[in-house]
């Protein structure tokens, strides 16, 4: 067993690491106050190829195994969480589907210009009545000689005032139930495609959200993504592929908080001495460390299992709620450590606070996280009984 990550990656790190102290960490404050992420910070992100990460070499993109990825969201989940929402959307639910399901042609018209984010990809499933039951979604799309007729609402889409392409869910059979869904590669200027008001939220700013407005869209037959009826299947693969990318954020975010909760409790005086002095608080400190080693090592070996191709549906569903639950649980005790400070504007901690509660909702809330445990624990039984 070797616990070391391969120089390269060591490297890459590095670079990222860099590249966020010195050209995205100063513009926090801006970002937060203008819920803006400024086009020249995404043009510095594309040159760095940071919207190529989950895209093979082969398509312009840096083709990172998992643990590659997560090594560098890891680094990435230590600054504006708004910011990296626009990456991890991209890299992950927005391009995972068009990297693992489409066909030649597909790729060669898709993937390079997503490599190179000069098109920002977005990932359409949920819709006003269908949150944690994706499978009750009521886009409709019915097929009219060489193209398909959407009609339907989609809401709560990260990154569809930027994004180019989409990966859209909808319903090709009614009478099939989860099995007459069809997943779709939409392009933006698609005649009948829609973009709604950007919603205003309580964290992730400079990360936008908005509906979607599938009015008569015209979706060319080629672009139907994997094969028809398999739209809910894949979205299910989609999101499970997504999973340990959104843990590896939450954990740099929590290293992150641990890092400033230390030098604060190191450098903050009361009663004449550290408050780090302080029983109370070195205990807090040690179960946000302890927390953080844990999750690092289960979302590297999740990493490495999704590198094998082996099954990772019950231990990403465990990464997901761990990383999600640990972040929130050490936001919440980093406000506590930095007492006024810590729920001051000025300060990032209060931000990281709220950006944090998200991760617990998005991509399957904790609870559906729990029932996809729970149902790989009832097979398993079954399987031994
Ligand atoms: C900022 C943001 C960005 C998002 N980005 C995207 C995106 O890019 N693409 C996309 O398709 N969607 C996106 N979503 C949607 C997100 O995935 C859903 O909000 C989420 O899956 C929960 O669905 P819901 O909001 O309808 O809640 P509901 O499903 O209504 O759930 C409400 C509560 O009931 C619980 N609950 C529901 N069913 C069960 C059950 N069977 N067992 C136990 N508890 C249950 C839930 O856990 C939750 O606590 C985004 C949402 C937000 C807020």
Request: charged fraction near 25%; hydrophobic fraction near 40%; aromatic fraction near 8%.
């Amino acid at each position: 067993m070797d616990f070391q990550l391969p120089r390269e990656i060591e490297e890459m790190k590095q670079v990222v690491r860099d590249f966020v102290a010195t050209e995205v960490e100063p513009l926090a404050m801006e970002i937060e106050a203008q819920d803006e992420v400024p086009q020249d910070l995404l043009e510095k992100s594309r040159a760095l190829g940071l919207f190529g990460l989950s895209i093979p070499e082969a398509y312009g993109g840096m083709g990172l195994s998992m643990i590659g990825k997560c090594a560098l969201y890891e680094e990435l989940g230590k600054t504006i969480n708004g910011y990296t929402t626009i990456l991890g959307a991209h890299n992950g639910i927005g391009t995972v589907g068009l990297v693992e399901l489409s066909n030649e042609a597909q790729r060669q018209r898709y993937l390079p210009r997503m490599a190179t984010g000069e098109w920002i990809g977005a990932f359409a499933l949920t819709e006003p009545q269908a949150g944690s039951n994706a499978a009750s979604i009521r886009t409709t799309a019915v097929k009219k000689g060489d193209r398909y007729i959407l009609n339907g609402q989609k809401i709560y889409i990260t990154n569809a005032p930027i994004a180019h392409v989409f990966t859209v869910m909808a319903v090709t059979d009614p009478s099939r139930g989860p099995k007459g869904i069809t997943s779709f590669i939409v392009e933006r200027d698609f005649p009948g495609f829609h973009v709604g008001n950007v919603e205003k939220k309580m964290g992730l700013h400079g990360s936008h959200t908005a509906q979607l407005y599938l009015e008569d869209l015209e979706v060319p037959e080629e672009n139907v993504l994997g094969e028809v009826g398999q739209g809910y299947v894949n979205a299910l693969k989609i999101l499970a592929n997504g999973r340990a990318g959104l843990a590896a954020r939450c954990l740099g975010s929590s290293q992150y908080l641990l890092d400033k909760s230390l030098a604060y409790a190191m450098e903050r005086e009361q009663f004449g001495k550290p408050i780090f002095e302080q029983q109370v608080i070195q205990h807090y400190l040690a179960e946000m460390a302890t927390e953080i080693e844990t999750l690092r090592w289960m979302m590297y070996r999740v990493a490495w299992m999704t590198d094998m191709g082996m099954n990772v549906i019950q231990e990403a569903a465990m990464l997901k709620l761990y990383g999600s639950e640990v972040y929130n649980r050490i936001a919440d005790k980093a406000v506590q450590i930095h007492g006024g400070v810590g729920y001051i504007a000025e300060y990032p901690i209060e931000r990281f606070y709220r950006d944090a509660r998200i991760t617990r909702i998005y991509e399957g809330t904790s609870e559906i996280q729990k029932n996809v445990i729970a149902a790989q624990l009832r097979k398993r039984y079954e399987a031994g009984r």
